[in-house]
């Protein structure tokens, strides 16, 4: 709190005291004087900025305002080897730093950062496609909806995700899962190659051939183990020419259980659906009650997705969208136009991820009840939202188990419980969280797991180490983390052990 106070003073006083110490009265590192050291050569479109800057807004505002990290001073590399440096001046120095790509990360873990360093990633963002070699090259600055037209326009697809907004590179060192999984597999297992700053500053390759124990670790747990500054990733071939058929429906309270009993019969006991088939439901407020707002999505014909999905469009939804968009339109355009919604900055969204395999049709009747109840009693948590995805997962379990550090591939479901309300100190906080654990508990208890797993990058932050990484891969991973950041410089994104 004290340098917050110390940076907001006047910039004579402010210059001062930099110029007086390293450090701060209570022996804290002095950002403003260490990171502009004249004896670092930054290049010349880094931008370091400080609490005040419209550069220090732009490098640091992010997706969720709930339980932020909060730094002191930003840095916006323009180079990898800039990256390195703000690394090695930040150890050096004992200076906590988190490093961030989209800035769509919400565990609250990355709030145990206060008054570090903002590592902005934002203007690593080139793209490049190899249309011979049918590679995407892309920095860490670069975001889902970034990709979409020139990967598309040189005749391939990716399997990116469900928002336009979120960073590219984020999503994958977590997994990056999305509705062409079943086609393709996850966004990780397009992975070719990266280069990887490391917590003490090294620039390496991770490939098959290069740093293979690294490439491992980081298709899994990469925020635990260096910043990707650039990676490569294998393109497919255009399947149905990259067309979706896309129905937007919207079915009213009283059909709750018959669309989860419905979406459960979809499932063969090893996918929720066949490989170009995909669905995303949530649970939202409507009016007086909670309803189901879904997008289905098939890569094939209309005719054919009319036959597959009978038994959905049978069950008589209150309105319909049905039409074709192609890939590179499908995120902006499907689940109702919501992208640009979801992707607003600066909200209040406290988030609980949960991993299934299998659809517990009673469970969710349950809950579908009790969130109607939250939303009658506290309108103020009307923009709750509870979110089923669907995706197959054929080409991912096609994958060998122990390829990557990626450890639920066997998950046939992804829940996410997307509480939010206006600013915080808000009083529906508490009841929000007390319902979030609960409604957690009871799907992680009949979600064929045994118990509580999540995917890395929809995890809250209060799980368990085992629930997060796995318990067969837990071991391997601390040995990596122990040889590449033994001081855990990068901890804050639900740290594995030292
Ligand atoms: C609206 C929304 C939609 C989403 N949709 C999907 C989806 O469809 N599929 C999916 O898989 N996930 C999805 N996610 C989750 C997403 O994968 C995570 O939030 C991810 O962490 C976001 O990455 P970022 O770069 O945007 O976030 P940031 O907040 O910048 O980073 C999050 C974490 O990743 C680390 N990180 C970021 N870049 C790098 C890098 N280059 N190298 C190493 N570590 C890095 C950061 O250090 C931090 O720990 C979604 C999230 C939101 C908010
Ligand atoms: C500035 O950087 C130089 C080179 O690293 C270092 O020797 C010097 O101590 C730094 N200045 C201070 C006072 O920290
Ligand atoms: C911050 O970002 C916005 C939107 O991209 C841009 O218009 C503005 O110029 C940026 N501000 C600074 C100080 O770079
Ligand atoms: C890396 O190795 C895996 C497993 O052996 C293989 O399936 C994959 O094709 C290889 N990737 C590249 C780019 O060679
Ligand atoms: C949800 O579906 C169940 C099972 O069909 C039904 O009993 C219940 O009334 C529905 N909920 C609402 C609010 O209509
Ligand atoms: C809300 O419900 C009404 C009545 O069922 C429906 O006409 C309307 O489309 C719904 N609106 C949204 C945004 O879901
Ligand atoms: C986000 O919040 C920051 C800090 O309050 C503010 O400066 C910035 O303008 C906001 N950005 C947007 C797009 O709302």
């Known amino acids: 709190?004290?340098?917050?106070?110390?940076?907001?003073?006047?910039?004579?006083?402010?210059?001062?005291?930099?110029?007086?110490?390293?450090?701060?009265?209570?022996?804290?590192?002095?950002?403003?004087?260490?990171?502009?050291?004249?004896?670092?050569?930054?290049?010349?479109?880094?931008?370091?900025?400080?609490?005040?800057?419209?550069?220090?807004?732009?490098?640091?505002?992010?997706?969720?305002?709930?339980?932020?990290?909060?730094?002191?001073?930003?840095?916006?590399?323009?180079?990898?080897?800039?990256?390195?440096?703000?690394?090695?001046?930040?150890?050096?120095?004992?200076?906590?730093?988190?490093?961030?790509?989209?800035?769509?990360?919400?565990?609250?873990?990355?709030?145990?950062?206060?008054?570090?360093?903002?590592?902005?990633?934002?203007?690593?963002?080139?793209?490049?496609?190899?249309?011979?070699?049918?590679?995407?090259?892309?920095?860490?600055?670069?975001?889902?909806?970034?990709?979409?037209?020139?990967?598309?326009?040189?005749?391939?697809?990716?399997?990116?995700?469900?928002?336009?907004?979120?960073?590219?590179?984020?999503?994958?060192?977590?997994?990056?899962?999305?509705?062409?999984?079943?086609?393709?597999?996850?966004?990780?297992?397009?992975?070719?190659?990266?280069?990887?700053?490391?917590?003490?500053?090294?620039?390496?390759?991770?490939?098959?051939?290069?740093?293979?124990?690294?490439?491992?670790?980081?298709?899994?747990?990469g925020a635990n183990l260096g910043l990707l500054t650039s990676a490569t990733f294998q393109l497919s071939p255009l399947v149905n020419n990259g067309d979706f058929s896309s129905y937007d429906m919207i079915f009213p309270a009283a059909k709750n259980g018959s669309y989860f009993d419905v979406l459960a019969s979809f499932n063969d006991g090893s996918s929720a659906f066949p490989a170009k088939l995909s669905a995303a439901s949530a649970i939202s407020y409507n009016s007086t009650t909670g309803e189901i707002l879904a997008n289905w999505a098939y890569v094939g014909s209309q005719d054919e997705a009319d036959l597959i999905i009978k038994p959905v469009l049978d069950l008589d939804p209150s309105y319909i969208d049905r039409r074709v968009i192609s890939w590179p339109r499908f995120t902006a355009e499907a689940q109702f136009g919501l992208d640009a919604a979801l992707c607003e900055v600066n909200k209040t969204n406290d988030i609980y991820g949960i991993n299934t395999k299998n659809l517990d049709t009673a469970t969710f009747t349950s809950i579908f009840k009790q969130v109607g109840d939250y939303y009658a009693q506290w309108p103020d948590g009307q923009g709750t939202t509870i979110t089923l995805e669907a995706f197959p997962n054929q080409a991912s379990l096609a994958v060998p188990e122990d390829a990557t550090a990626y450890p639920w591939r066997d998950a046939q479901y992804n829940i996410l419980l997307q509480f939010t309300w206006e600013a915080s100190g808000n009083t529906v906080e508490e009841p929000s969280t007390r319902l979030a654990q609960s409604i957690r508990e009871q799907i992680a208890s009949s979600s064929g797991y045994g118990g509580l797993t999540v995917y890395v990058n929809y995890a809250h932050g209060d799980e368990q180490i085992e629930e997060i990484y796995g318990r067969d891969k837990l071991s391997r991973l601390v040995e990596l983390k122990r040889a590449w950041d033994s001081n855990n410089a990068f901890s804050f994104n639900n740290p594995l052990p030292t």
């Open 1 to 221: 709190m004290l340098y917050i106070h110390i940076l907001s003073l006047p910039c004579v006083l402010r210059c001062s005291r930099a110029a007086a110490s390293w450090t701060q009265e209570d022996g804290a590192p002095n950002l403003r004087a260490i990171l502009t050291n004249t004896s670092i050569k930054w290049s010349s479109n880094t931008k370091i900025s400080f609490p005040g800057d419209g550069d220090f807004i732009n490098a640091t505002t992010r997706w969720t305002v709930f339980r932020p990290p909060t730094y002191q001073a930003a840095v916006s590399p323009a180079t990898e080897p800039d990256v390195s440096t703000a690394i090695r001046v930040a150890s050096e120095n004992s200076i906590p730093f988190l490093g961030t790509g989209g800035r769509h990360g919400y565990g609250t873990t990355l709030g145990n950062l206060q008054g570090g360093l903002a590592l902005d990633l934002s203007k690593l963002n080139s793209v490049s496609v190899d249309k011979d070699a049918g590679t995407l090259t892309v920095g860490p600055g670069v975001h889902f909806g970034d990709v979409l037209d020139p990967v598309f326009n040189a005749g391939y697809m990716l399997p990116t995700g469900s928002c336009s907004c979120v960073g590219i590179l984020g999503a994958t060192v977590g997994a990056g899962i999305g509705r062409l999984s079943g086609l393709y597999g996850l966004l990780l297992d397009q992975l070719i190659s990266a280069r990887v700053v490391t917590a003490v500053g090294q620039m390496v390759t991770v490939s098959n051939d290069t740093n293979p124990d690294l490439f491992w670790g980081i298709r899994g747990a």
